[in-house]
């Protein structure tokens, strides 16, 4: 079965540090998405993204976030300078419709200390 | 924006009873309901979902109802076993041409005793 990959699985950044999470969705997906997931909360809508553009964002994808696909598989989210509050599970996830069948990445589980 | 609340917040049966998690949307425009599955630090997997066009969709021990009149949705496990143990989220989407989100419920974690 197909599958969402991201790397790292987990990561430990200092405050205000930039780190950038990677993604490789389903290769035959056109759309891809980031969500997070605080320690014991629900999973969060961040933002999506199609034809190489963001397609909806939510109030939490501030100016600190930005997605990229720099090629033909990777996808990725960067967070410019890290709080203590972005510590949460980040998952990607990629579908091959808007609205039916993501797919969900393992996670990378973000530190911020 | 769409608000989506899941009740209960856990929920303990037996092995071999059945299992309900309820969720109630607020947006009228959503049109896609899926059913997540979350182990302890794993991916959410998607166990069922359901489209707005449908009222009920079975897939062995699990099935999903979808009441559009009073926007809600629930999940049913029949038969529990030990290995349902886990986080279950509802979710509801609306999908406005190239845009979709899914917004999650709070969770029900279901603990399934011998």
């Known amino acids: 079965e197909p599958e969402v990959t991201q790397t790292p699985s987990h990561q430990v950044t200092q405050m205000g540090q930039e780190v950038i999470l990677r993604c490789v969705p389903i290769?035959?997906?056109?759309?891809f998405y980031w969500y997070r997931q605080i320690l014991g909360q629900k999973v969060e809508f961040l933002v999506s993204f199609y034809n190489n553009e963001i397609s909806e964002k939510s109030e939490i994808f501030d100016d600190q976030f930005s997605v990229e696909r720099p090629d033909g598989s990777n996808f990725t989210l960067k967070i410019r300078s890290t709080k203590l509050e972005d510590s949460a599970m980040y998952f990607c996830a990629s579908s091959e419709t808007p609205n039916y069948g993501y797919t969900f990445g393992s996670g990378t589980r973000l530190t911020v200390v | 924006g769409e608000n989506v609340e899941q009740h209960p917040s856990t929920l303990s049966v037996q092995e071999g009873d059945s299992a309900v998690i309820k969720c109630t949307y607020s947006d009228s425009a959503s049109n896609y309901f899926p059913w997540y599955k979350q182990e302890l630090g794993k991916r959410p997997q998607l166990i069922i979902d359901i489209r707005s066009n449908v009222g009920e969709k079975k897939d062995q021990r699990i099935a999903v109802t979808l009441n559009k009149t009073a926007k809600h949705f629930s999940l049913h496990i029949t038969e529990t076993q030990p290995e349902d143990s886990a986080v279950y989220f509802c979710?509801?989407?609306?999908?406005?041409?190239?845009?979709?989100?899914?917004?999650f419920g709070t969770g029900t974690r279901l603990q399934v005793t011998l």
């Open positions: 979710a509801a989407s609306i999908s406005l041409g190239t845009a979709s989100k899914l917004t």
């Open positions: 290769s035959n997906h056109l759309y």
